[in-house]
């Protein structure tokens, strides 16, 4: 019921291509669905969130598709960039616990990027 | 500058021993996290803290102790008992559902 698993494990791409991420989910009480970016000897570092009141959100050149009904979310990243080659993480949590409390993150596996020059 | 500082950054250990890693954060927030980060297996939950002397167990706490004697401080406690303890580790603040990670530190048992 806690687990996201997002595909694929790794993705490389041409510089100005579309890199799509996938991430599936099983709790539908999930309502925080955020991407985070990791470099190579770095802590991840939040991209981009949506919640499901939302199909959709875009940032820049980066875009969350989000599909309710097939408990589904997606991470597109366009035109993308040398300096885009990292590892993304989805995941997602029930954003708020009560109280002052946010809900913890529950993360899926990782995608590792390569975008050639 | 606010942020999450994690001590040591490399970290070589004997088997058998006990080891404590730091993390410290001066962003004010109540939650505080550690995850443990394994090639292929994403971000897994060790234990986490919404509030001062309070602290609850993640997804694989065994072998693990925390401690939350101040707002500012979380550290973990890798003890003789974690049986695969190599690995990188993660501490995070959390605000308004997102978390602050620090950079992390990588625990080698020889």
């Known amino acids: 019921q806690q687990q996201v698993k997002q595909s694929p494990q790794s993705l490389i791409v041409q510089k100005g291509g579309i890199s799509i991420i996938n991430c599936a989910y099983e709790n539908t009480a999930f309502d925080y669905f955020p991407w985070y970016q990791q470099f190579p000897g770095k802590g991840p570092a939040l991209l981009i969130a949506i919640r499901p009141d939302v199909s959709e959100k875009k940032e820049g050149r980066f875009t969350i598709s989000f599909n309710k009904s097939a408990k589904q979310f997606s991470l597109h990243i366009m035109d993308s960039q040398p300096g885009d080659s990292a590892t993304y993480f989805c995941a997602a949590s029930i954003f708020y616990a009560g109280g002052t409390s946010y809900g913890k993150l529950t993360f899926g596996q990782g995608t590792i990027l390569t975008v050639h020059p | 500058d606010g942020g999450i500082t994690q001590s040591p950054k490399y970290l070589f250990r004997k088997e058998g021993q006990n080891v404590t890693l730091s993390c410290e954060q001066n962003?004010?927030?109540?939650?505080m996290y550690w995850y443990r980060q394994d090639p292929g297996q994403g971000l897994r939950l060790i234990y986490y803290?919404?509030?001062?002397?309070?602290?609850q167990k993640g997804d694989i706490a065994e072998g693990y102790s925390v401690s939350r004697e101040k707002k500012e401080s979380f550290p973990l406690t890798v003890t003789s008992a974690q049986k695969n303890p190599t690995a990188f580790y993660l501490c995070?603040?959390?605000?308004?559902?997102?978390?602050?990670f620090g950079e992390g530190s990588r625990l080698t048992v020889l």
């Open positions: 995070a603040s959390q605000v308004t559902g997102e978390l602050f």
């Open positions: 962003l004010n927030h109540d939650a």
């Open positions: 803290s919404q509030i001062v002397n309070d602290f």
